[in-house]
């Protein structure tokens, strides 16, 4: 059975710094798409950052050059690092991944397992 489990939330003020973490259970995360999505109180949920198996990855305008996402093959882990918080970052985070290697893009209708999600609150 294929689990996600979050952790790394907070708060922080605006310009500073978290790291997100991922834990996978029963698959593999180096054959395995995996992404970062969020959901901002009373919007919907976004993709935020994807990982293929090849190591590929790809971000959403609103983050690029500030997140970075990255995998632990030896910890089965998936991690985001953000950087350069600002509000508009305030938002449950979720951990996803596909049943495929390959990535479709940052809709979340395309991945197959979900985490329960990370709190993260950005102060002005």
């Known amino acids: 059975q294929v689990q996600l489990v979050e952790s790394g939330g907070g708060s922080e003020q605006a310009g500073g710094s978290l790291r997100l973490s991922c834990k996978l259970t029963?698959?593999?995360?180096?054959?395995?798409?995996m992404g970062w999505f969020r959901q901002a109180p009373g919007q919907e949920r976004e993709g935020v950052a994807l990982?293929?198996?090849?190591?590929?990855?790809t971000y959403s305008t609103s983050v690029k050059g500030r997140f970075i996402i990255s995998r632990g093959d030896a910890e089965n882990a998936l991690y985001l690092q953000m950087n350069s918080l600002n509000p508009d970052g305030t938002a449950i985070y979720y951990c996803a991944a596909r049943r495929v290697y390959s990535c479709a893009g940052l809709g979340d209708a395309d991945m197959d397992y979900w985490g329960e999600g990370t709190r993260v609150t950005v102060s002005a």
């Open positions: 990982i293929n198996a090849a190591g590929t990855s």
């Open positions: 029963g698959a593999t995360i180096k054959t395995k798409c």
